[in-house]
Every structure is written in structure tokens, then in C-alpha cells.
């Protein structure tokens, strides 16, 4: 391959408009960062603790289904159509995770849209992770370069 064609396959990378393709492909990855944040943790994308139960009888019944977060603190898991019905949309400046389910309204009203979306650490594990993995290769399939 010549110079000149190498650097033709380069100008063919265009990461502004391949990046929402490149989160859609990953969806899975993220929505599941998104889920074990509030399963395991029952924190928000700003990392703060969600607002604990107010019931006792309650608290204990999804302790014992789930003790990670800790006694009372929630995870907006139940049934699991919450989480079954995650959703994410990209464009080329930003993402939008949300659930489809009818109980996302409500769950936002009550503990803040921030129940979407990841805490600082999570979207460097992402950013760094599986993101970086699939940015390369769109990278490689674009110019036939690889990364070591």
C-alpha cells in the first residue's frame, strides 16, 4: 500500500459520526453498569445513595431478596421488568438510558433522572473498556491497522 492510500483509509475515519453506532453496539455493556450500580450498590449516575425505604416490613422483605445495597436502601429491582425494559438511545453528542417500562416515570419523579446513567468509575470502566475495544475496531476495519 502506498502513502497516499494509507492516508486516504485514515481521512475515511469519521469517530464523530461512527461514536453513536459504536454506543448502540455496546448498549449491553452499558445498560448493565447502569443495572449493578443500583442492584449492588442502590446508587444514582451521581453516585449518591438512593432514598432509603420508608417502610420497615418492606426494607426487611427486599433485604432479604437482596442485601448489597443494604438494609432499606432500594435497587429498583421487583418483578425485573424495570430492568428488562432498559433502553438507550445515542446521537453523535450524547445518550440517553431510560427504561420503556411503565414504572420509569415514577421511579424518576421519586429518586431523580439520575437513576439513568453511570457513576464516574463506571463510565471509565466503559470508556476504557468495552467502548475503547469496539472504537479500535471500527479503527482497524476502516484502515486495515491494528493495535497491539
Known amino acids: ?42 446508587i444514582d449516575a451521581n453516585g449518591n445513595l438512593l432514598t432509603p425505604y420508608k417502610s420497615d416490613s418492606y426494607a426487611r422483605k427486599k433485604f432479604s431478596r437482596n442485601p448489597g445495597p443494604g438494609f432499606g436502601q432500594p435497587d429498583l429491582k421487583d418483578t425485573g421488568e424495570f430492568y428488562q425494559d432498559y433502553t438507550l438511545s445515542a446521537n453523535r453528542t450524547d445518550y440517553e438510558l431510560d427504561s420503556s417500562n411503565m414504572k420509569s416515570s415514577a421511579l424518576k419523579k421519586h429518586y431523580g433522572d439520575a437513576i439513568f446513567g453511570l457513576t464516574k468509575d463506571n463510565k471509565k470502566v466503559y470508556a476504557l473498556g468495552v467502548f475503547y475495544s469496539a472504537i479500535q475496531r471500527y479503527i482497524t476495519f476502516k484502515t486495515g491497522l491494528t493495535f497491539r
Do not use: C, F, R, W
Open 1 to 42: 500500500m502506498t502513502i497516499e492510500g494509507m492516508l486516504n483509509k485514515v481521512k475515511s475515519i469519521d469517530l464523530p459520526n461512527a461514536v453513536p453506532d459504536i454506543i448502540m453496539q455496546t448498549k449491553a455493556d452499558m445498560i448493565l453498569l447502569n443495572q449493578i450500580q443500583l442492584y449492588n450498590h442502590g
